[in-house]
Structures are given as C-alpha cells and as structure tokens.
C-alpha cells in the first residue's frame, strides 16, 4: 500500500506542475507587443511595452523556480530525503514533540537557504530591473532572521500542542486542534497589524490634515466608527502601492502604504477606503474567518483519519511510523482537495471585491475608484489582460477591465 501512496504523491506533484506551466503558457499567450484598444487611456505604449517586459520576465523566473522546486522534491522523495531527517532527529531524542520540532526546523530552515538565491534574484534583479525594489542588503537579511524566529516560535508552539493532543487523546485530537488554531486565527486576525507589522515596518497614525478630514467625514456619513487610520513605510521595501483592513470590532484597523498616498490624491484614496470598508460593511471579513475556520476543521478532522496510518511514514522511507511523517504525507495527498477548496474560495473572494467596488460606488464616487485602480495597476505593471483560465485558478480579485466594466454600470 505505501508504495502506492508513494507514487500518488509523485503523481499529484507533476499533474501539479504541469497544470502551472500550462496556465502560465495560456497567460503568455495573451500577450501582445502593440497597446490592446481596451487598455488605451491606461496605459500609454511605453508603459504597457514594460508591463509586458515585467510579466515576461516573471513568467521565465516561474519556470525556473517551478522546475527546481519539483526536481528538488521529487530528488528528496526517492533518495527517502524525509525519513532521513527523521533518523537524524531520533537520534537526538525520543520523545515525539521535540523530534517533530527538530524535524521541521531542519526542513524548513534547509529550504529556505536553498531558496535564498532565488529570492536574492527575484528582489535585487527583476525588482530592481522595473524600478520596484528599495529593500537594502541589510532590511533583507533581517527581514530573513525575524522572519525564522517568528516561524520557530509560532509553528514550532502550534505542532506541539497538537502533537501533544495526539499523544494525549487519541482518534479526538483534532477537535482540540482545530480549537487552538482556530483561535490563534482569531487572535492574528484581531492583533496581526499590532504585534506582527511593526516587526518589519513603522507604522504611525495619519496625520491630521485633509485627507484625514476626509477619511472621517465618510466613515460619518456610512456609519463606520474608525479610529485607527495608519500609514507604514511600504517604501522600505518597494514603490508598489497598496492598502489593507484588519482586525475585528474596537480593534479593527486600516493600513495606507506611504507609497499609496504619494501616487494617488484624496479622493482617490478615500475611495480606496470606501472600498476597504465596503468589505467590513458587507460581513466579508467575518465570513471569511468563519470560512478559514470551517476549512481548518474539515482539514484535521480528515487529517485524523488517516495520520495514524502507518503506511503513510513508509510512504517517505520510514520504517518507524510517527504523526509529523504522517503529517508531512497527508499534505501531499491533500492538495487537490486544497486546490478545490481554493477555486471555491477564489470564486467567493472575487464576488465579495465585486460587492465591495458597489458599496464604493453608492457610498462614495465610482469614477474616482476607477482611477485609483487604474494608476494602482498602471504603478505595480499589471497583466491587464491575463487568461480566463488562468484568472479562474489564480486570481482572487475580478481583473481591471471587468472591475471598471463593473463599476460604470453606478457612475451613471
């Protein structure tokens, strides 16, 4: 039976891999070396021509990256790359938690400076190359440091809580882990922006002024009660722009990027807010959660039916069956369904931005909307013009065209 779950494995992977080049092929196919009439008024030709140099690039970097990460993978899988880790990390203790943890540190650390290189190039070549990088050899390696610090705490304290439930209570062990998570989902949603970010960028509160004034005066008028407007130093890394909400109730916030209120004026900016609220307005934020939380369930719940399986550890070389091998296993089998849950997400995901875009629309102004798209997309040298196909599986906001399509319809 192991055998046959090895070799599923290795055929979810190239099925997966597969299915990426050829979406990726589709998207590149959309392209065109002369302006599309239906960008005109957006883009200008010299613009356009570096949009398309831009997604041409990141297309021939994917493969790259893409093709390594399945030979890396499928090299580790034969050689029984997983069951020796195990055998190292036995080596250095029997008991179940502390294996586990020195088992993950030592993949996930090893695939990250494996990666390195990639990353360096992704951020100091073609991030540069188009104008977008402003992260320093300095922000990048520390960003790295805190970055596997905050991954040894938090992953490390959630796989030994729920290996500890396993060894504790059994064929049960998944309703106490899907509590846990899901309430370490509920705490990062809540306080993410106030713990997490300042870690990595400054945040401070906007300043007082005519943006600000205008911000308040239309949360007044849709009866949204914000308190908590700030602007971080997005420019520390890159000049993309962009926005985010966060939190829940008394602790929710709204995160302006500084690049953001350099490339757009007021209106345009508080119609980006609009459309940010719009989200919290509609319960979007809410059922999301509640979505990830449901998700988290149905995952250990299935998790629990087979983990204990001693096939599962034989499937990676292992002649010592143990719940992290059996995890590292399950996640393999288990990507289709996620890939499936993930296409219903996105569908969902790319209704909700459709219902937010009109909250804007009615609440606010639509066309000074449409313009901040427009220049958003214009600055981060968008694909305007991607597959349908490739926008099913990848995309979870509607593209440009049909996002400015929709909203027209309250402009008049």
């Not at 190239?14 to 990726?24: K, P, T």
């Not at 062990?173 to 993410?192: C, D, P, Q, R």
């Not at 420019?235 to 500084?258: E, H, M, P, Q, W």
Request: charged content about 20%; glycine content about 6%; hydrophobic content about 45%.
């Amino acid at each position: 039976m192991y055998q046959i779950i090895f070799y599923v494995i290795i055929g979810i992977l190239v099925f997966d891999y597969i299915l990426e080049q050829f979406l990726d092929y589709l998207n590149a196919t959309k392209r065109s070396s002369h302006l599309p009439s239906e960008l005109e008024g957006i883009y200008d030709t010299e613009k356009y021509k570096k949009s398309q140099d831009y997604d041409r690039v990141n297309h021939k970097f994917s493969i790259l990256t893409s093709s390594f990460n399945l030979i890396l993978i499928l090299v580790f899988l034969y050689f029984s790359g997983f069951a020796l880790i195990d055998s190292f990390a036995r080596s250095y203790s029997s008991n179940p938690i502390l294996v586990a943890l020195i088992f993950f540190g030592i993949i996930m650390f090893a695939s990250d400076i494996v990666h390195i290189p990639f990353s360096i190039y992704d951020t100091f070549i073609i991030e540069e190359r188009f104008g977008f990088n402003k992260t320093s050899v300095k922000t990048f390696v520390f960003d790295k440091i805190k970055g596997w610090i905050i991954a040894a705490l938090i992953g490390g304290g959630l796989i030994s809580l729920i290996i500890w439930f396993y060894n504790s209570v059994g064929d049960f062990f998944w309703i106490y882990a899907w509590i846990v998570v899901s309430l370490f989902t509920l705490f990062m949603t809540m306080f993410y922006t106030s713990l997490i970010v300042p870690l990595f960028n400054k945040l401070k509160p906007l300043e007082d002024g005519d943006l600000k004034d205008a911000i308040t005066s239309f949360c007044i008028g849709v009866d949204f009660k914000l308190d908590n407007v700030f602007v971080m130093d997005g420019s520390k890394r890159s000049t993309k722009a962009n926005a985010y909400f966060s939190g829940l109730g008394k602790k929710k916030k709204i995160v302006l990027f500084d690049t953001l209120i350099e490339k757009l004026n007021k209106e345009e900016i508080v119609a980006v807010l609009a459309h940010e609220i719009g989200h919290y307005k509609k319960k979007h934020t809410l059922s999301s959660l509640f979505s990830s939380i449901l998700q988290t369930g149905l995952t250990f719940y299935i998790l629990s039916l087979f983990v204990g399986n001693p096939d599962l550890s034989k499937a990676l070389g292992s002649t010592i069956p143990s719940f992290h091998l059996g995890l590292i296993t399950f996640g393999f089998l288990y990507s289709p369904i996620s890939t499936i849950i993930g296409l219903f997400m996105n569908v969902i995901s790319r209704k909700n931005e459709y219902a937010a875009d009109q909250f804007a629309s009615e609440n606010y102004k639509g066309i000074y909307l449409q313009d901040a798209l427009k220049k958003l997309s214009v600055n981060n040298l968008s694909n305007l013009t991607p597959h349908p196909l490739y926008v099913f599986f990848n995309y979870s906001h509607p593209t440009l065209l049909q996002r400015l399509k929709f909203i027209e319809k309250f402009n008049k």
